[in-house]
């Protein structure tokens, strides 16, 4: 109905390219305009100036021979000054775009090793950038952004990298658990030797005050029993001490000692040495 009354319509952030007999005459900006197809104008088509994607896939080599797909994403719009180049000098945007990304990438990757492919990615999207924004300018376009959205090896080489990074967590956890078993057992031994330590001030202790008690109780025994030795009053000690040994050995459950010779007068024995032994270094000293 537009084409009968010479009259079209451009939408917003688009415009429309009029030609006269052919040639090149104007760009239509978004509104209604008059198109007077009798005298020679039509509509050659339209340019939109919205800012659009293009993901380009590309395969290449690093340095050390791992190939890998890497994957930009371009974003570009056309100009609304240079509409007529944009229009008229590029008959397949994308493929231009997508030419110029697979020489800059193909020439960049191959310098590196596949780690920096991965450290140094916006470098390479900076470097695709300025190469189509120096190409891409002369043809009306402007290149909004790049980047590098994803960089996939090949699947066995992933699957390697993976087991090298899992064996490398697991020799640090080992580390880590032989330091902490180390520790562990250094702390242990501090215990036990604080324990051993302290149980031995214990028994120091106790002996000491047996020895003590043993001492009082023989100087009160013969100051008030007159005509005793201080033989005699060890001999009684020592057979109170082997009755009451007995007693604990009978009232216990479960118990593994047992005294070669048994009786009482094996006590007299056993005093009998100690005495001996007590007299020959005391002798030799």
Known sequence: ???????IQVDQSTVAIRERFGKFDD????????????????????????????DVRCETKTKDNVFVNVVASVQYRALANQASDAFYKLSNTKGQIQAYVFDVIRATVP??????????????????????????????????????????????VKRAMNEINAAARLRVAANEKAEAEKILQIKRAEGEAESKHLSGLGIARQRQA???????????????????????????????????????????????????????GAVRDVASQIREGLLQASSVS
């Open 27 to 54: 760009v239509l900006q978004p509104g209604c305009h008059f198109l007077p197809w009798c005298l020679g104008s039509q509509l050659a088509g339209h340019l939109s100036l919205r800012v659009q994607q293009l």
């Open 210 to 264: 047996i020895v003590d008690g043993l001492r009082d109780s023989v100087l009160g025994f013969s100051e008030n029993v007159p005509g005793t030795t201080a033989k005699d009053v060890m001999d009684m000690v020592l057979v109170t001490q082997y009755f009451d040994t007995m007693k604990e050995i009978g009232a216990a459950s479960k118990t593994s000692a047992v005294f070669i010779p048994h009786g009482p």
């Open 1 to 7: 109905m537009g084409n009968l009354f010479c009259c």
């Open 111 to 156: 310098r590196l090793n596949l780690d920096d492919v991965f450290e140094q990615k916006n470098e390479i999207a900076k470097a695709v950038e300025d190469e189509l924004e120096k190409a891409m300018s002369t043809y009306g376009y402007e290149i909004v952004q790049t980047l590098i959205i994803d960089i996939e090896p090949d699947e066995h």
